[in-house]
């Protein structure tokens, strides 16, 4: 029903940068929330950014003046600008949407991205 592709991962040495990417297709009436997780080596799951179709945002503690998420809902995306990239920020990163769908008006439900890898550096 609904696909989320994700893009922009790779490896950057400590204090770089990197933009992901994430865009949803399917039978999308709206998206409600996007947002990206983050999984390290040995660690839970837990949440980096969000941000609702409004336009309000939610950042960690860890990551915030550093990371900037942005979306653009006509088009269905979600972008994670990281700034200053420290060795702990290395993750599998994944994208999250909260979606509406078009025969299912009164509801939302969960979708995931398989995730990319975030490698920095020392």
């Known amino acids: 029903q609904v696909q989320l592709v994700e893009s922009g991962g790779g490896l950057v040495q400590a204090g770089g940068s990197l933009r992901l990417s994430c865009g949803a297709s399917?039978?999308?009436?709206?998206?409600?929330?996007m947002g990206w997780y983050r999984q390290a080596p040995g660690k839970q799951r837990e949440l980096v950014a969000s941000?609702?179709?409004?336009?309000?945002?939610n950042y960690a503690d860890s990551v915030k003046g550093r990371f900037t998420i942005s979306r653009d809902n006509a088009k269905h995306m979600v972008h994670l600008q990281m700034n200053s990239l420290k060795p702990e920020d290395t993750a599998v990163y994944y994208c999250?949407?909260?979606?509406?769908?078009?025969?299912?008006?009164?509801?939302?439900?969960?979708?995931w991205g398989q995730g990319t890898q975030v490698t920095v550096s020392s």
């Open positions: 999250n949407a909260e979606v509406t769908l078009y025969a299912f008006r009164s509801s939302s439900f969960t979708y």
């Open positions: 399917g039978s999308i009436f709206r998206i409600n929330v």
């Open positions: 941000i609702i179709s409004g336009g309000s945002t």
